[in-house]
């Protein structure tokens, strides 16, 4: 299991609830985010069960995956603000119990899988 160090100092989105230094803040948070939250008081439940989604196109390549506490809020947010949402044909999800575990999934499935879409973790992207 991947163990994740918070910087102490570091911020988080009231709204997405990601680093606001993250790549993954910058573009995917809301236009409105709120004022930010300062570490040790994190907003995310580390030990709560968390899912990682993949999205696939209708030719079954995988376009991206995610984590989320909520996949359809999470969804919602894809619809409004992700450049692949039209090319989206299916999902899968998985459960993980902690959202430590599900990063660490998350991580490696984009690292392994290559999603087309996913920019952290990613080395196979192709530009899109």
């Known amino acids: ?6 910087p102490q100092g570091e911020q988080w989105c009231a709204s997405c ?3 606001t230094r993250s790549r993954k803040h910058n573009h995917w948070c809301t236009l409105d985010p709120g004022p930010p939250l300062t570490s040790p008081a994190r907003p995310l439940d580390m030990s709560a069960p968390t899912w990682v989604y993949r999205y696939f196109d209708a030719e079954d390549a995988l376009l991206y995956v995610g984590v989320a506490f909520d996949v359809l809020k999470r969804a919602v947010s894809h619809r409004r603000h992700s450049p692949w949402w039209p090319l989206a044909a299916t999902y899968t999800e998985e459960r993980y119990p902690t959202r430590i575990a599900a990063l660490a999934a998350e991580a490696e499935a984009i690292r ?3 999603p087309l879409f996913n920019i952290v973790h990613n080395r196979q992207r192709v530009s899109a």
């Open 112 to 114: 392994t899988e290559g």
């Open 17 to 19: 609830g990601a680093s």
């Open 1 to 6: 299991m991947t163990q994740l160090d918070f």
